[in-house]
């Protein structure tokens, strides 16, 4: 503990002894500054009055600067007292102090009497400067009306240009005129007034007011003209609002200034430049391509290289400037048309690539079917499919009508092309599809290709070529192609097609021939006399469509030794009539039912 407060002790003298120590020299450094502008030699008006001016300020501070000194010595006595290492030469200074603030003193009295001999002389030597100066001043009026940037007539820039030769003409003059009104005021004289300068003074204002807003638009927008085009579509928002800033500034000029020429010129330039933005903002946008650049220079019968190496803003706002050239500003609503255009073209492009890749991605499924593999389409994802071609179909047939649709005329007829062959093909391979599972139900039992041997070998041979199809398309799953670019589908669809119908036709003619053998069979459908034709051989089979024949009879019960003999019939209310004589169910099945 007491380490840490003699630590503390140590720490607060150094922050004393610093403090007392910077004050000190602060002091030294005011006393050799005012010594040393008190020793200047007075040979213009200006000595004497920086001479007074520093006598003035010592006499002002003489109070205030001896009350700095004592509190200095004070805490130097204080660290002494408790034994602070304080050098030798600061204290030598410090007891000096007081001796160099007299001497300053001293010298201020010394100074003063000699200004009081010096006066006289200064004082007249003022009044004829004074003189002097308001012929001067005069003459530079006169030069500043004839040469100055109010010339009537002069062109804006060189105006610029003037007006800056004449600021630091004007410079030169406002400094004397300060100085010798300052003298004036300093020898209690009158104060002369110049109203050529505070005229000119005045005009000066309001020109750079106009000049510098004048010469930062020409820079600005001529700076413009130099970038490149491509750095242009990426700044046309900076560029938009900060000529707005100017053009803001612009009216917000003292009417003074709006009668003249550069001020004429200064709101054109801006006007002109924020009334083509709106079009080099539409021309800079992403859907511009190389044929709406074509229609641009054709509309403007003009020639742009647009290189964008070299292609700068300045090849479009020189538009109109060569013989037979139409500015961008007289084709305005034709360069709109263009620009809007090219959206409304790129958002067709758009449509078109996204329906590319949808294609792209769609892919026919297949299910198993019993044990010929994955020979069916999955109806699930084929329902999606109908779908989506629905819509694509409906929207190239809006493309297509649409007059933006120009440049993709030819796609877009190619797809139309594509989608229709994939939704012809698509109904076709159903009809065959179903068709086929249809008849490979009918042909897969033996007593119907035994009763149609010719149709069996028919749908053999249909059987074969649709599981060819099938396989090459599983090969190639893409809807696309597999629909357009297989020909085995298309060449074999159509044939498939054919022959099922031919099987068709023969398998009608063979049921009704067996509904004139048995004209209960009129009672059934097509698929129901087919299941029950297809599975006479086993009269246990077609037990479940009995009542599709015979409306009261439910069921039929067979002997348990001899399987295929008939012994009681079972009535719709369960009601049981046992057959005076069993009924042995043999031979072709409408014979055995009618025997029933």
């Known amino acids: 503990m007491i380490r840490d407060s003699d630590d503390a002790f140590t720490r607060d003298g150094r922050n004393l002894h610093e ?130 940037p109010m010339q009537p007539g002069m062109q804006p820039m060189d105006a610029a240009e003037a007006l800056k030769t004449y600021q630091r003409y004007f410079e030169a003059m406002e400094r004397k005129w300060n100085t010798y009104a300052e ?43 130099e970038i490149l085009w491509v750095d242009v579509i990426a700044n046309i928002d900076g560029m938009n609002e900060e000529v707005g800033k100017l053009q803001a500034r612009c009216k917000t000029m003292p009417k003074a200034l709006r009668d003249w020429d550069a001020y004429n010129e200064l709101k054109r330039k801006i006007d002109d430049f924020l009334e083509v933005l709106p079009l080099l903002t539409a021309l800079s946008g992403q859907a511009m391509k190389d044929r709406h650049w074509k229609a641009v220079t054709t509309a403007t019968a003009s020639e742009l290289n647009m290189n964008p190496d070299t292609f700068k803003l300045a090849n479009l706002l020189e538009i109109g400037t060569k013989p037979g050239e139409q500015t961008l500003l007289s084709v305005g609503e034709e360069v709109e048309d263009i620009c809007g255009g090219s959206g409304k073209e790129l958002q067709i492009e758009v449509k078109l690539k996204g329906m590319a890749e949808q294609w792209a991605e769609n892919k026919f499924l297949f299910q198993h079917f019993k044990t010929k593999g994955p020979v069916i389409l999955q109806a699930k994802e084929l329902g999606e499919i109908m779908e989506q071609l629905e819509e694509s179909q409906m929207s190239l047939g809006s493309m297509a009508s649409n007059r933006y649709s120009a440049p993709f005329r030819e796609e877009v007829q190619e797809w139309i092309v594509q989608l229709s062959t994939v939704s012809d093909v698509v109904e076709q391979w159903m009809t065959v599809q179903n068709l086929w599972v249809y008849m490979e139900a009918v042909f897969s039992s033996g007593d119907i290709a035994k009763a149609l041997p ?9 059987d074969k070529n ?34 099922l119908e031919l099987c ?34 086993d009269p246990h ?23 295929n003999t008939m012994t009681i019939m079972v009535a719709n209310d369960a009601e049981e009539v046992p057959f005076s004589v069993p009924l042995d169910a043999k031979g072709n099945v409408e014979d055995y039912l009618g025997q029933l």
Not at 454 to 462: A, G, L, P
Not at 506 to 520: H, W
Not at 541 to 563: C, R
Request: aromatic share 10%; proline share 3%; glycine share 2%.
């Open 19 to 148: 403090g007392a120590r910077q004050e000190m020299l602060a002091l030294q450094d005011y006393f050799k500054e005012k010594t040393r502008q008190m020793n200047r030699e007075f040979k213009e008006l200006e000595d004497v009055r920086d001479v007074m001016n520093c006598l003035k300020e010592i006499r002002e501070r003489e109070t205030e600067i001896e009350k700095e000194i004592n509190p200095i010595q004070e805490r130097y006595e204080l660290l002494i007292l408790y034994e602070h290492d304080v050098p030798t030469e600061e204290v030598e200074e410090l007891h000096d102090l007081k001796v160099q603030w007299s001497k300053v003193k001293k010298r201020a009295y010394e100074v003063s009497d000699k200004l009081r001999v010096l006066q006289v002389p200064f004082r007249n030597k003022l009044l004829e400067n004074v003189v002097e100066f308001i012929e001067e001043v005069k003459d530079f009026r006169s030069d500043f009306e004839k040469n100055g």
């Open 183 to 225: 003298g004036e005021e300093m020898f209690a004289l009158h104060i002369t007034e110049y109203p050529e300068l505070e005229q000119t003074k005045r005009e000066l204002g309001l020109l750079e007011k106009l000049y510098s807003l004048y010469t930062e638009t020409i820079n600005t927008i001529n700076g413009y003209s």
């Open 454 to 462: 010719q149709e069996q070998k028919r749908f053999t041979s249909i």
């Open 466 to 499: 649709f599981l060819k199809i099938v396989n090459k398309a599983w090969e190639t799953p893409n809807c696309v192609e597999c629909c357009c670019n297989n020909d085995l589908m298309k060449e074999l669809l159509p044939h498939l097609m054919e022959q």
């Open 504 to 537: 068709q036709k023969s398998l009608t003619g063979y049921l009704e021939k067996k509904r004139e053998m048995f004209p209960r069979f009129y009672f059934c459908s097509d698929g129901v006399l087919l299941e029950i034709l297809s599975q006479g051989s």
């Open 541 to 563: 089979a077609i037990v479940q469509h009995l009542q599709n024949v015979f409306d009261s009879l439910a069921a039929v019960q067979f002997d348990k030794q001899k399987k």
